[in-house]
């Protein structure tokens, strides 16, 4: 069993700066594929970025390309978020999820997901 634990959210004014944080236990972190995704109110749950195990490859949505950077640190456990020049359309709740073998970036691929972090943009 993987437990996630996301921190960093918070109110931030548009073009400000945010840095999530997903603190994950149990299992092999240094091997999972690690992603993030966002729910707005009303809204589907939407991907946002992702990395595999070995930080080399990341993958991101359209609309966060080059603000955006998700990074991990296998020594703590942990994979970051760093949202730059934040829009109010960014604002939702974050969530960090796990797969445990690659396969996919689809919500339903996703073996474990954290309780969330909200981010608020003000404009």
């Known amino acids: 069993q993987v437990q996630l634990v996301e921190s960093g959210g918070g109110l931030v004014q548009a073009g400000g700066s945010l840095r999530l944080s997903c603190a994950a236990s149990?299992?092999?972190?240094?091997?999972?594929?690690m992603g993030w995704f966002r729910q707005a109110p009303g809204k589907e749950r939407e991907f946002v970025a992702a990395?595999?195990?070995?930080?080399?490859?990341?993958y991101y949505v359209n609309s966060v390309k080059g603000r955006f950077t998700i990074s991990r640190d296998n020594g703590k456990n942990t994979v970051y978020l760093q949202m730059n020049n934040l829009k109010p359309e960014d604002t939702a709740v974050y969530h960090c999820?796990?797969?445990?073998?690659?396969?996919?970036?689809?919500?339903?691929?996703?073996?474990?997901w954290g309780q969330g972090t909200q981010v608020t943009v003000s404009s």
């Open positions: 990395i595999h195990w070995n930080g080399d490859t990341t």
């Open positions: 999820a796990v797969q445990t073998y690659y396969r996919g970036n689809s919500y339903r691929a996703y073996d474990y």
């Open positions: 149990g299992g092999t972190f240094s091997s999972y594929y």
